[in-house]
């Protein structure tokens, strides 16, 4: 299983960040995983920030519920993450990855910074 996410690479603060996850090798309808979305803040530690399962049932971090959104596109093997009003803060390397009994495989991550 591969993992490929896809970003802008640049919002401002306040819009809508929008990430893409490209799965190969696997589908994320079938088996016992989930699907999720880590983000790394520069000199900071991971966030898990929510996940999928293979039913389109949505798992988030509690911090970021309101702010977040999960879905998929089960034609294309995709899923994404929505994350409204962001800030500065938000800038960060997002990762998306396969869960099951811990973390892996992951995609490479994309940066995506906010600044106006």
């Known amino acids: 299983v591969q993992l490929q996410e896809s970003g802008p690479g640049l919002v401002k603060p306040s819009q809508t960040l929008s990430l893409t996850c490209t799965v190969s090798?696997?589908?994320?309808?079938?088996?016992?995983?989930?699907w999720g979305w880590i983000r790394q803040p520069p000199g900071k530690g991971l966030e898990w920030m929510g996940a999928?399962?293979?039913?389109?049932?949505?798992y988030y971090n509690p911090s970021l519920k309101s702010r977040t959104a999960i879905s998929r596109d089960t034609s294309k093997n995709q899923f994404t993450l929505q994350l409204s009003s962001v800030a500065p803060g938000a800038t960060a390397v997002y990762y998306c990855?396969?869960?099951?009994?811990?973390?892996?495989?992951w995609g490479q991550g994309t940066q995506d910074n906010v600044s106006s």
């Open positions: 990855a396969r869960g099951n009994r811990g973390w892996g495989p």
């Open positions: 090798g696997g589908s994320i309808t079938t088996g016992g995983a989930v």
């Open positions: 999928i399962d293979t039913s389109g049932s949505c």
